[in-house]
């Protein structure tokens, strides 16, 4: 699932799906979006401040 958003940025055209399908389709690419970069958002932030405690220590 994550994989076909990710090679396709663009959503197919709205003639091909009709207008519920297309809006259905851009919502799932942004929500999927947000969510993807929220989680390497925390890990990143998790990976930086335990990096950072192992130097200090």
């Known amino acids: 699932m994550s994989a ?3 090679l ?3 959503p197919p055209p ?3 799906l009709g207008d ?3 809006y259905r389709t851009w919502a799932m690419i942004v929500f ?3 969510v993807t970069g929220a ?4 890990c990143t932030y998790a ?3 335990w990096i950072s ?3 200090d220590d």
Not at 39 to 42: E, Q, R
């Open 20 to 22: 519920a399908a297309y």
């Open 53 to 55: 405690r192992r130097i």
């Open 47 to 49: 990976a930086l401040r």
């Open 14 to 16: 709205r003639q091909m």
């Open 32 to 34: 999927g979006g947000a």
């Open 8 to 10: 396709s940025p663009t």
């Open 39 to 42: 989680v390497c958002y925390v």
């Open 4 to 6: 076909v958003i990710g």
